[in-house]
């Protein structure tokens, strides 16, 4: 099972980035997806997810209207659109397959990981 998040990096407040991630089509094709990150001293935290295909999405409050989530299941790649970027969004952003056909917010509902990609945004 492999799982590769890239597209982290330094970025100035207000500005955008993009996340992808790329899994193996046995794992991801019919399963949901999702995104986690986890900032220094503090725990890991939902992000936002898409159901198997794309139908559903959902957002953590805090990044909802600045963040979206898709995917392209032919490429087995989800992304994660950052706009807006603030230094609370600073972390490292983990992707995640789901057990599930849809996803939940629950990091236990996650069978899989990604090895994480840092997001820096600086003030």
């Known amino acids: 099972v492999q799982l590769q998040a890239s597209g982290g990096g330094l970025v100035q407040a207000g500005g955008s980035l993009r996340l992808s991630c790329t899994a193996s089509?046995?794992?991801?094709?019919?399963?949901?997806m999702g995104w986690f990150r986890q900032a220094p001293g503090k725990e890991r935290d939902f992000v936002a997810a898409?159901?198997?295909?794309?139908?559903?999405?959902y957002y953590a409050d805090s990044v909802k209207g600045r963040f979206a989530i898709s995917r392209d299941r032919a490429k087995d790649t989800m992304y994660l659109q950052m706009n807006s970027l603030k230094p609370e969004d600073t972390a490292v952003y983990y992707c995640?397959?789901?057990?599930?056909?849809?996803?939940?917010?629950?990091?236990?509902?996650?069978?899989?990981w990604g090895q994480g990609t840092l997001v820096t945004v600086s003030s």
């Open positions: 995640a397959v789901s057990r599930r056909a849809v996803a939940g917010t629950g990091a236990d509902g996650y069978a899989y």
């Open positions: 089509r046995r794992t991801s094709s019919n399963n949901g």
């Open positions: 898409i159901s198997w295909n794309g139908q559903y999405t």
